[in-house]
């Protein structure tokens, strides 16, 4: 299996290989000082170093040896670009879609490593001939289109089931957006949110929802069964943190502005603790402590020990790798469905060399194709106006470049309905530069970090919803604000990492992102451009509410739990940034699309972001890996069997 894997991985490119052989491209010969050289070149994080061995007449090793480059989304270049140009001998080999910048990087490198070893850089840069690919019709019982985290989880489902799958991914790696997230993920009820204790602002948080006025009785339901488990619950439970599935469900309708299905979130917050022992059982590690995310609005926080979305990928690689019946087509791009009776029957194709590739299923097909907050004419055609007045190209994005929401479209024109396609979501803690969301370290979470604009002062409610925070943060000087930490969180920069993995050390000895560090808070002030004086009251009067526990601040902030008081200091800049569509395909339980009408579309599945029932206005914070986990393993099973 694994050998079939490397054959739909590189595709095309292996197969030149076989023609151009060993020598440089056109037959041209090299005459180079043997040797092993080295360089350094900017990547798309920082600093890119790459080491090639030659003989005189071939290159016979290239091994990127250091990068700060994006864990897991970098990967895949790391090891294909380096391959790529041993095999064929060649600078001119492709980038990898999706990476170009980390790929290119590589390239660069690699040629100055080759002009110190006296290479004939013109003729590693002619082009590689490739041979003529033709069509084909390939067949399976599911086919999915998206690679991502709902992707791979109904792959794994599906051919656990027995059925036979073909995933169609238009990148070069796999992972979509779901590699470069934070890799959070909200459950309810497990042993680590066990050690939590509530305070009267978590509290307070139930207590109001509660209380509202119901728009339904599916609300009304939902607001009924949290009120009995919390008052169940503080009856033995003096101290502890309350949360259920109803309770979740209920916050997450709530949270989106009550538009969203409530039933179906509810299947969301009901199956995520099965799901997590589901991801457990595949070799995925969490964390062993629940904090509460950025936007999540309430202390239901896990993440996995790796950073970002590498456990999970490599988990689900781990068993899909041992299936025969299961194979993937990277850099091959849909174009569209096909649709015979009403009945989505399979899927058109593009390769990358431009061969036509048709794609038959037996059962289902699965669109898991994500949003499209990275597609500016999108995203500025359906979402641009009153909530967001500007979404244009200068507004970063934390998508990765081949999200665009194209299956939104392949749905749309076989008769599915559109909902909710003007909400869209920025996340409050990007990279300015570079709209990264990983490199950020708050271990934990909202309650031990303060966001600071640069007139030192707070502004907003760091634990509340991410649309109120990102606006504020627009409406401050420079449109960004610091994430403001002390000793009480960071309390050993050698071992604290950042959520891709690196540790505060590194950040702050490479200067990267922005991190600063200083040992009082004038010194702070100082480094950051910011008056000294309000950066102190600001600090003391969140310290005060701390310590009387109120139930909020003057911000509205709930999660009054952590002292941020002893030096030393750090701080990084934030800024908003477009991150999710929580418009899409409408679906029911089963993950089945439907016409407007409500009425089923045979043989078509959508799972992950893709769809528009599950977040409303505005998604909660790490509920987005529940939804793909979920609702792809739903997708998987049911495409299966062909419901």
């Known amino acids: 299996m694994v050998k079939r894997f490397l054959l739909v991985l590189l595709g095309v490119a292996l197969a030149a290989s076989l023609i151009v052989g060993c020598g440089t491209p056109g037959g041209a010969k090299q005459n180079m000082q043997a040797g092993t050289y080295r360089a350094t070149v900017p990547g798309m994080q920082g600093a890119l170093s790459v080491e090639v061995t030659v003989s005189p007449s071939a290159i016979t090793s290239v091994r990127v040896t250091d990068h700060v480059e994006t864990p897991g989304l970098a990967d895949w270049p790391v090891e294909l670009i380096p391959a790529r140009i041993v095999e064929h001998q060649s600078l001119a080999v492709d980038v990898l879609t999706g990476a170009t910048l980390t790929s290119r990087a590589i390239l660069f490198a690699a040629e100055d490593c080759l002009r110190q070893a006296g290479a004939n850089i013109d003729a590693l840069l002619r082009p590689i001939r490739t041979p003529r690919v033709r069509d084909q019709t390939l067949r399976a019982d599911v086919i999915i289109v998206g690679g991502g985290g709902a992707g791979l989880a109904a792959a ?12 169609v991914e238009k990148a070069g790696f796999l992972g979509g957006n779901t590699i470069v997230a934070r890799g959070g993920i909200q459950i309810t009820n497990t042993t680590q949110q066990s050690t ?30 949290v009120r009995a ?15 259920s599935p109803t309770w979740h469900a209920l916050q997450t309708f709530i949270g989106g502005d009550r538009i969203a299905s409530l039933p179906i979130i509810y299947i969301m917050t009901s199956n995520a603790l099965n799901t997590m022992q589901w991801l457990e059982n595949m070799g995925v590690e969490l964390q062993a402590a629940a904090t509460q995310g950025a936007g999540v609005m309430y202390p239901r926080s896990h993440r996995a020990a790796l950073p970002n979305g590498i456990g999970y990928f490599r988990a689900f690689r781990s068993v899909l790798d041992t299936r025969n019946n299961y194979t993937q087509l990277m850099e091959t791009r849909a174009t569209g469905l096909i649709v015979e009776r009403g009945r989505v029957v399979g899927v058109n194709a593009v390769g990358k060399q431009g061969n036509r590739i048709t794609l ?56 599915a309905h559109l909902v909710n396609m003007e909400h869209l979501q920025l996340f409050q803690e990007a990279n300015p530069i570079t709209g990264a969301i990983n490199d950020g370290a708050a271990p934990f979470g909202v309650a031990g970090y303060l966001m600071i604009n640069r007139e030192g002062r707070r502004f907003v409610n760091e634990g509340g919803r991410r649309d109120d ?112 569509t929580m418009g899409g395909v409408l679906i029911d339980e089963y993950t089945r699309a439907l016409r407007e009408d409500g009425s089923v579309i045979p043989g078509l599945f959508c799972a992950g972001e893709i769809t528009g029932v599950i977040h409303g206005t505005n998604r909660l914070g790490g509920n987005a890996f529940t939804d793909i986990f979920v609702f792809g393993r739903i997708a998987g099973r049911n495409a299966a069997a062909g419901r």
């Open 469 to 580: 925070i990102c606006l504020a943060m627009l409406a401050q000087p420079g449109g960004m604000a610091f994430i403001v930490q002390s000793s009480e969180s960071i309390s050993n920069p050698n071992t604290v990492r950042t959520h891709d993995g690196r540790t505060v050390t590194f950040m702050l000895e490479n200067n990267l992102s922005g991190y600063v560090t200083a040992n009082t808070l004038e010194e702070l002030a100082r480094l950051l451009g910011m008056p000294s004086d309000n950066l102190v009251r600001t600090v003391a009067a969140y310290n005060a509410a701390v310590d009387a526990r109120l139930t909020s601040d003057e911000f509205g902030r709930a999660n009054l739990t952590r002292r941020i008081a002893t030096g030393p200091w750090y701080a990084y800049p934030r800024a908003p940034a477009t991150h999710y």
């Open 156 to 167: 794994v489902e599906a051919t656990e089931a027995g059925a036979s799958v073909i995933v």
């Open 196 to 225: 939590l204790l509530g305070s009267p602002g978590l509290d307070r948080l139930i207590t109001d929802a509660v209380a509202e006025n119901p728009i339904n009785e599916d609300m009304r339901a939902m607001q009924n069964r």
């Open 360 to 415: 038959r299923a037996n059962n289902g097909v699965i669109l898991a194709t994500g949003g499209f907050a990275g597609n500016v004419e999108l995203r500025q055609q359906y979402c641009e106006g009153g909530l967001w007045p500007y979404l244009g190209p200068t507004l970063i994005t934390t998508n990765v470049e081949t999200v665009t929401g194209d299956g939104h479209f392949f749905a749309r024109d076989a008769g």
């Open 229 to 243: 488990e919390f008052e169940a619950f503080r009856r033995t439970n003096p101290t502890a943190l309350f949360d």
